[in-house]
């Protein structure tokens, strides 16, 4: 069964906002899974100083509602990296300053030397992420943080696809998100989600937008979970 998310006004707008900045498309695309997928969302095509402002003001709107408790933030490379300081500036700005570190991919042995960048890892560290695709990369920033003696305490990403995730080529009945919920026990939180983005496209019926709609909805009635 499909729930709808409309009320979510937060949610409607940024999707517009995603859609008007090109990171949003309508079309055949083919997703990590395999899947033939009527949408495609690239968080890298935020790629410019006002858009990714913008996109960390959504960011932070979410993360100060969602009532999870955290010390600071983490963003796991690569896109995490500029995710995280962006989203840092934008909570300071809200009034709630919180210092941020991210990794490198491979640890340097001079300078500060090791994998990890910016501030120590302490207390009850909250991970940004573009998406949370098969829980790899969450599973690797948790590992990081315990290692530094810190709490993984969540996730925040722009959009859960809210789809089954895959294991060993198959689908399963659970989503990344929900794994990560679940199975490896961080809040997370969306700013938007699929169920959002179909209400979005059934608002606009006879647009070109709107012509997408049952397409993207026969995609969530095949590969969705609630």
Partial sequence: MVTDAGQDALAQEF??????????????????????????????????????????????????????????????????????????????RAGRNVPYAYNRKEAKDHGEGGTLVGAPVRGRVLIVDDVISAGTATRESIALIRAAGATPQGVAIALDRQEKATENGHDVDHSAVQYVRERLGLHVCAIARLADLLHYLRERPGDTLGAHYERVLAYRERYGVD
């Fill in 15 to 92: 999707v517009q906002f995603a859609v008007d900045a090109g990171v949003l498309a309508f079309g055949e695309f083919t997703t990590k899974a395999g899947r033939a997928s009527p949408y495609f969302f690239n968080a890298g095509l935020f790629d410019d100083g006002a858009k990714l402002g913008r996109l960390a003001q959504f960011y932070a709107r979410r993360i100060l509602g969602s009532g999870i408790e955290f010390d600071m933030l983490f963003g796991p490379a690569y896109k995490g990296i500029a995710l995280a300081a962006a989203v840092a500036i934008e909570l300071a």
